[in-house]
C-alpha cells in the first residue's frame, strides 16, 4: 500500500511560518492531540506552539507575537475559560477559539459570548475547517491591528499626547483610554504627584469625540478661595470692584473638556456650585440674574484620596459621585520600574539640541534610575535627565553626572542611612525645605517642582512654621 502524500497548504491560506510571523497557541492536557494539531497548523504553514496546561501557556500569553489562541475547555483541574478571560481582558487583540468534546449549542454561544473568535468540537475530522478558522481569526487580529494603528495615528496628528510605557500597568492604561473613545462621561484620575495626570486628561480628550473642541486645564489649587467661584463659573462687568467681566473657565471649555487638577482643593461652598453646574448643565455668572447652559465633559484629578476626604466630611458625597462616573488609576513610577529605560531615552531625545554633546546613557547609570524610588515621579526623572544633560562633559551619562541634589534613593539601599525622616510629618516638612533650597526660596518654582498649587504649598508651610525665604 503506498504511503499517504502529506495535506499540503490551502491555497487561499497565507504562510504564516517566518520568524517575524504572529504563531499560534495550541493548550490542551492531551499530548497526541497536541502533536496532531501542530501536524495540521504547521502543515497550513502557520508557527505554532505546544502547550499541555494554562500553567505551561502562561508565559507564551505576553509573547508580542502571539496571534491565536485554540484551547481546550477542560484542562485537568483548570478551564480554557480562564484563558480566554485573561486574553480578552490584558490582550484583546489576539483571537481565542474555544475546543471540546461535548459539543452543544448552548456551549457554543456561551464562549462567543465571553469574546471567543468561533468554537472547535472534537474529535476534528475536517483539516480545512482548522486551517480556514485559524487562518480567519488571523485576518481579524491583523485587521484589528491595523486599525488601531491607523486610529493611533489619527490621534497623534490631532495631538494626541505620547504614552511613554510597555509594562502592564502601562497598556492596561492605554486600552482604558481607548475604550472610552465613544465615552463623554465625566472622569475622576487619581495619582500621585508628577505621574502624569494632565497628560492621560489630554489623551482621554483628543481620543473623544471632544476632540476638536477646547481642551481647558485649570490648577484649583492655585486659585484663590476669594476668585475660584468667578474664575470658574464667570462674572459680569461690575459685579465687584474691578470686575471687568469674563466668561469663565466652564463656557470657555463649552463642546469640549473641562480639567479641573487637584479637585480637593476646591473649597466646600464651590464645591455645592460646581454639582449643581453638572447637574443642570448651566452656570450662573457672579453678579448676572439668569443661568447660561454649557456642554463640556468635565475630568477631573487629584493625589489625594477623595473617598477619604469624603468620609471625612472634607469633600461632598454626591460630587465625589458625580466626577467618579469613570475612574483611572495612573501607577507611580516606581511601580513600573520596567518602564524607565524607555522614559530616559525619551528625555534624552526630547531635549538633545544640534549644538548637545551627550548621545546616550552608561548602564551603570540607567541601573542606578532603574533602582531609585522617584517620589517625584515621571517629573522627577525628567528633571534629573535635564540636569545632567547640561552639566554632563561626555558623550554618555555617567553615574557622577546625576545631580547629587537628588539624594537618589534606590529600592535595595537603607533609608535610614539614606537620610529619609521615619514620620510622615518630618517627611513633608523636609520636602517642602528642599524645594525651597533648590529654588532658591522661589514659592511659586518651588510649589511648581512639587507638582502642586501655590495657595496649597502656602497652606503646608504655615502648618510647618516654615518661610519662603
Known sequence: MAAQAPVAPSREIPRHDSPDAPFVLVVDDEPLLLRSLRRILEGGGYRTVLAESTEAAEPMLSEPKLGVVLADIRLGRSSGLEILEHVKRERPEVEVIMMTGNASIENAVGCIRRGAFDYLAKPFDDVHRIRNIVGKALERRELVQRNRELEMELHRR??????????????????????????????????????????????????????????????????????????????????????????????????????????????????????????????????????????????????????????????????????????????????????????????????????????????EALEVLVESEWPGNVRELENVIESAFALAPGPRLRVADLPRTRRLVTRRSDPTLAGIPTSLEAYECSVLERALRESGGDASAAASLLGIGRSTFYRKLAKHGLTPS
Open 158 to 363: 490631532n495631538g494626541m499626547p505620547e504614552m511613554i510605557g510597555h509594562s502592564s500597568r502601562m497598556r492596561t492604561l492605554a486600552r482604558t483610554i481607548h475604550s472610552m473613545r465613544h465615552n463623554e462621561s465625566h472622569v475622576l484620575i487619581e495619582g500621585e504627584s508628577g505621574t502624569g495626570k494632565e497628560l492621560v486628561a489630554r489623551g482621554i480628550h483628543a481620543a473623544s469625540p471632544r476632540s476638536s473642541k477646547q481642551f481647558v486645564p485649570v490648577d484649583c489649587g492655585a486659585l484663590p478661595e476669594t476668585i475660584i467661584e468667578s474664575e470658574l463659573f464667570g462674572h459680569e462687568k461690575g459685579a465687584f470692584t474691578g470686575a471687568v467681566g469674563s466668561p469663565g473657565l466652564f463656557r470657555m471649555a463649552d463642546g469640549g473638556t473641562l480639567f479641573l487638577d487637584e479637585i480637593g482643593e476646591i473649597p466646600l461652598n464651590v464645591q455645592a456650585k460646581l454639582l449643581r453646574a453638572l447637574q443642570n448643565k448651566e452656570v450662573r455668572p457672579v453678579g448676572a440674574s439668569n443661568t447660561v447652559p454649557v456642554d463640556i465633559r468635565v475630568i477631573s484629578a487629584t493625589h489625594r484620596d477623595l473617598a477619604d476626604m469624603v468620609s471625612t466630611g472634607a469633600f461632598r458625597a454626591d460630587l465625589y459621585y458625580r466626577l467618579n462616573v469613570v475612574r483611572v488609576d495612573i501607577p507611580p513610577l516606581r511601580d513600573r520600574s520596567e518602564d524607565i529605560p524607555l522614559l530616559v531615552h525619551h528625555f534624552l531625545d526630547k531635549h538633545r539640541t544640534a549644538n548637545s554633546r551627550v548621545e546616550g546613557i552608561e548602564d
